[in-house]
């Protein structure tokens, strides 16, 4: 049975994560037994390469600062360790065909004023493929863009919002809490330990 979620996601049930944020998950989803998850880039207009490196980091960057991370990688490797727990890590690809996410990237407004979207193929409640859409990426500046693609990848990890306004994946974006933290790491690390 194929079920198709969409980003925004009026989804499952609310998770307690922790009682030390006291915040609520609307969902948290696996992925389809993977070791890694390819990622491709594609636009529809022809994009700058310093806006595909942005990008980039924001999956790959070793960066962390204060118990925050920058890249995606970088955070499921540290939380993987800490809680022994598989988590599949995220690998940039070139084709398309290979990928399980696409992230896309427009020149055009979101609907509603939206900056970006997440949506999901569901295969006996885990994750096949997601389709991630970046708005008005002309437009906007660097940091925008890097709080809206971690945001989005963070759904597209299996990471739903947050009841927690001091967290990135609050269902509107700050950002003065932009980075992936501690209190995202652990919910991932949870969908893990579940499966």
Avoid: C
């Avoid at 806006?51 to 499921?76: L, Y």
């Avoid at 696409?102 to 609907?111: A, C, E, H, V």
């Avoid at 927690?164 to 933290?181: K, T």
């Amino acid at each position: 049975m194929n079920i198709v979620f969409l980003g925004i996601l009026s989804v499952l049930i609310l998770f307690p994560m922790s009682a030390a944020y006291g915040s609520e998950w609307n969902y948290l989803m696996p992925w389809n037994d993977v070791d890694a998850i390819n990622v491709v880039i594609e636009s529809d207009f022809d994009v700058d390469s310093s806006t595909i490196g942005i990008i980039q980091s924001v999956i790959d960057s070793p960066v962390m600062e204060d118990d925050h991370f920058f890249g995606w990688n970088s955070a499921i490797t540290f939380i993987s360790e800490q809680t022994q727990t598989e988590i599949p890590q995220l690998d940039i690809v070139d084709d398309k065909t290979e990928s399980q996410i696409m992230i896309f990237l427009t020149q055009n407004t979101g609907p509603q004023n939206t900056d970006g979207f997440t949506k999901y193929k569901i295969t006996d409640d885990k994750i096949e493929r997601v389709f991630v859409i970046l708005y008005d990426v002309d437009s906007i500046e660097e940091k925008e863009i890097e709080m809206i693609t971690r945001h989005e990848l963070g759904h597209a990890v299996g990471l739903g919002h947050t009841t927690n306004p001091f967290d990135m994946m609050y269902p509107v974006i700050n950002q003065q809490y932009s980075m992936i933290s501690m209190f995202d790491l652990e919910a991932l690390s949870q969908i893990y330990l579940k499966n």
